[in-house]
């Protein structure tokens, strides 16, 4: 059982280093992602999806972050900027961002080991005992303090954060590892076709979160080993992991939530489906994502914007939004938005119907529009008696996305309007 005592577990955290890998493309959500990296996308109403593991990082009291970025960075950069750099580095904390740089070879990262190697220097700048490299790509809660403590506790040189997954859904998505009794990993397939199932459930099996602790020297000897290797993908999952679990200490960390009659939450936004999915799931009486619990408070950037404001309440056009989340700087002026999640600043106009539907920043909804189960991106126009989801062959014909699962995808580009909204 890990040593969970208040000044055990404030060591351990003050002598960690998290390395947080928030590169990536996020293809599988197409022109969602175009003009921003999939850990800057937009999430719950007011936040963007890097929030989640910064704030974990900082409720579970690791205050030295780094946050690893590459493709098309310029709002990840800006929003970690703005809503996260009032740390003090006199203090021992610090949030700094580590584009690609080129700094131990001509290429950019070419995996998220290499991502890591190449901030070899910073990390060892910062002397941590422990580096945790955590996805940037994930909406979830963890206490990282319980992953700390079994890893120390365990003698391990690597701790593989992971939850049981449906086969189905892991196949050719997730690493699935084997494990025996005290949960050291015996195999590891980095997105098999056919993943192996657990003992005993052939419906489940044992996935990475793509969360890992390392001791720092052990990763710093398994990087140097990588990069000269001509044949690696430079990856944890494809080789760092693999070549590592037959000769060293390799543990899994089965991720169960820290919060009393909780269950764990932890969600892969990757595609269009998901995306929707994770934000219509908010608008639950009780949602299994708590964003309202001052324990454990999920921290951004806001700019202050004046309360959501819903006006006319004649019989012809009514002002209101049910079973919905509505964020400041709104205006449902005579429309009616029913189980939608609207971020800050749309304007939903007179006549117009909103329902089942994520609606991101700065969306200007004009009169008798009808739009349900859509995503809508950011800065969109939709145009006076514009008509969303009813009918696909037509929202196909208007030159819109449509997803595996009836999901609408609206962007300014298919609107005909300047793109480059971040």
């Known amino acids: 059982m ?7 577990i404030s060591n351990l955290t003050r002598e960690t280093y998290a390395l947080i890998l928030a590169g990536g493309r996020g293809s599988r959500l197409h022109e969602l992602t175009d003009w921003r990296a999939k850990p800057a996308l937009y999430f719950g109403g ?22 690893v970025t590459q493709y098309k960075s310029h709002s990840l950069i800006r929003h970690v900027m703005r809503g996260w750099g009032h740390f003090k580095k006199e203090l021992g904390e610090s ?6 740089s080129q700094r131990y070879s001509e290429n950019w990262y070419q995996g998220t080991a290499d991502a890591v190697f190449q901030n070899i220097d910073i990390i060892r700048h ?12 994930h909406v979830y809660r963890m206490d990282y303090a319980g992953l700390l403590a079994a890893h120390a506790e365990s003698g391990a040189d690597m701790t593989v954060s992971c939850l049981e997954v449906p086969v189905a859904e892991a196949a050719n998505a997730f690493g699935v590892m084997e494990v025996d009794e005290s949960n050291r990993i015996l195999g590891f397939e980095e997105k098999p076709a056919q993943p192996r199932s657990l003992p005993g459930n052939p419906e489940l099996c044992l996935a990475s979160m793509g969360n890992y602790v390392f001791n720092t020297e052990f990763l710093f000897e398994q990087l140097k080993k990588d990069a000269q290797n001509a044949d690696s993908d430079r990856d944890f999952g494809k080789d760092i992991i693999p070549a590592i679990i037959q000769q060293h200490k390799v543990f899994a960390y089965p991720f169960k939530s820290a919060f009393p009659n909780e269950q764990a939450y932890w969600r892969d936004v990757g595609t269009l489906d ?53 964020s400041g700087g ?36 004009l009169r008798h529009c009808k739009i349900k189960n859509a995503i809508i991106d950011r800065g969109c126009i939709i145009p006076e008696g514009m008509v969303i989801g009813y009918n696909h062959d037509q929202d196909r014909a208007k030159g819109f996305r449509v997803s595996e699962k009836g999901v609408v995808l609206v962007t300014r580009d298919m609107l005909g309007l300047p793109v480059g909204y971040e």
Not at 2 to 8: A, E, L, M, Q
Request: a negative charge; proline letters at 8%.
């Open 2 to 8: 890990p040593n969970s005592s208040p000044r055990y």
């Open 46 to 67: 007011k936040f963007r999806i890097i929030d989640f593991p910064l704030s974990n990082c900082i409720n579970s009291g690791i205050r030295r972050v780094g946050v």
């Open 95 to 100: 949030v700094e961002i580590l584009p690609a």
């Open 126 to 137: 910062e002397l941590p005992k422990y580096v945790m490299i955590l996805s940037g790509d």
């Open 274 to 326: 998901s995306f929707w999915q994770a934000n219509m799931e908010l608008l639950s009486p009780t949602p299994a994502l708590n964003l309202y619990d001052a324990k454990w408070p999920i921290w951004t950037y806001q700019e202050q914007l004046p309360p959501a404001k819903f006006v006319f309440d004649d019989d012809e056009r009514r002002g209101m939004a049910v079973d919905s989340v509505v």
């Open 330 to 365: 709104c205006i449902i002026s005579g429309a009616t938005v029913r189980h939608s999640v609207l971020f800050n600043e749309v304007r939903v106009c007179s006549f117009s119907t909103v329902e089942n539907s994520v609606v991101l920043p700065d969306v200007v909804v």
